[in-house]
């Protein structure tokens, strides 16, 4: 089982910037890629961005160009950092761990695939 803990995340403004952790532990070793999804009330959840554990990333089509992933050296640990934050960006971020090409791909499969609790991000002026 693999345990995942974000941190970060809150209110910002239009234009604002935030940036998001995520910490993984437990069976960690195996982990193909982790990520990022988001649900907004009333939507369903959708993929933010997700890295491989050799670099390579996926974005969402609306964060193109505004979000940026990364992980640590022992790709245990992601980052998000989100710039020119938008009210439509208002959602609960989750991070996600897949042992499969999975979350890359759209699906977490809950034999392979953990989340995290989640974590709240608002953006209003």
């Known amino acids: 089982q693999v345990h995942l803990v974000e941190s970060g995340g809150g209110w910002a403004v239009p234009g604002g910037s935030l940036t998001l952790s995520c910490g993984a532990s437990?069976?960690?070793?195996?982990?193909?890629?982790m990520g990022w999804y988001r649900q907004a009330v009333g939507k369903s959840r959708e993929l933010v961005a997700t890295?491989?554990?050799?670099?390579?990333?996926t974005y969402g089509h609306s964060v193109k160009g505004r979000f940026s992933i990364s992980n640590s050296h022992d790709k245990n640990t992601i980052s998000l950092q989100m710039n020119n934050l938008q009210p439509d960006d208002t959602a609960v971020y989750y991070c996600?761990?897949?042992?499969?090409?999975?979350?890359?791909?759209?699906?977490?499969?809950?034999?392979?695939?953990?989340w995290g609790q989640g974590t709240q991000v608002t953006v209003s002026s």
């Open positions: 996600n761990a897949d042992r499969t090409m999975g979350i890359v791909r759209g699906a977490c499969i809950p034999a392979v695939c953990s």
């Open positions: 437990g069976s960690v070793s195996g982990l193909y890629a």
């Open positions: 890295i491989t554990t050799t670099g390579t990333t």
